[in-house]
């Protein structure tokens, strides 16, 4: 990328010697933006980087875009390609994404909200402009209510208690109480969800256990507020 922008600016300053309209606007653009991977690759240096992805900033990838777009490429082909010449292939792939026609894509990067905003970002394209394919439809609507539903881990509520413990506030004793409350009553119900023996027979290979009332499903919650 800088070297790129460079041949730019130098470009452009070859172009307002010779008195070139809007060159000089143009090369100021370009410095700034030069400025900017510069402070980018300043503060790499001086922290804990990633070398792959400083390689992406300093050095010139047109040879990485070059051979993208020759061909279909796989995600395991991008990767291999990009690693054998110490480049972040993932950031290069999401960089070269606004030149691509074609893209082919797990569901979740347009089923998940979170995801599908940044992958519209990478396009550069509003959802208006594109053409979506579902390929095994009938796979869409399992996918489609995964991403539609929430859950809350036990992992997640041990994680949360854990952090309290080193948090200065007068409003992290409240948060223990009401998070250790929620994580109690959550293994309180799978605890009694268990058949007879059977929590005796889980091992490395966990599944899901539904906890959920066969009359309300919110009797996890309404025991919590309790």
């Known amino acids: 990328d800088r070297a790129e922008l460079s041949e730019q600016a130098q470009s452009l300053l070859d172009g307002m010697r010779e008195g070139e309209s809007g060159a000089a606007d143009a090369r ?7 400025d900017s991977i510069d402070d ?4 790499l240096k001086e922290g804990n980087y990633c070398e792959h992805y400083y390689n992406n900033l300093a050095r010139n990838t047109d040879e990485f875009f070059q051979w993208l777009f020759d061909d279909v490429r796989t995600h395991d082909e991008i990767f291999e390609y990009a690693g054998k010449q110490n480049l972040c292939g993932y950031e ?4 070269g994404m606004e030149g691509i026609d074609l893209v082919v894509c797990n569901y979740h990067h347009l089923l998940d909200p979170m995801i599908r905003e940044e992958f519209f970002r990478w396009l550069d394209r509003d959802p208006e402009d594109i053409i979506t394919v579902f390929d095994e439809a009938h796979n869409i609507e399992g996918a489609a209510r995964d991403h539609a539903s929430r859950s809350l881990t036990e992992n997640t509520l041990e994680s949360a208690m854990n952090e309290l413990e080193d948090v200065d506030d007068s409003r992290a004793e409240s948060a223990r109480n009401v998070i250790g409350t929620f994580l109690e009553s959550l293994r309180d119900g799978y605890e009694e969800a268990f058949g007879f023996g059977e929590r005796e027979q889980v091992g490395e290979n966990w599944y899901d256990l539904s906890i959920a009332s066969q009359g309300r499903r919110d009797d996890l919650t309404m025991d919590f507020l309790q």
């Open 28 to 34: 100021s653009a370009v410095t700034d933006e030069l």
């Open 40 to 43: 980018e690759l300043e503060e």
């Open 92 to 95: 290069l792939l999401k960089e």
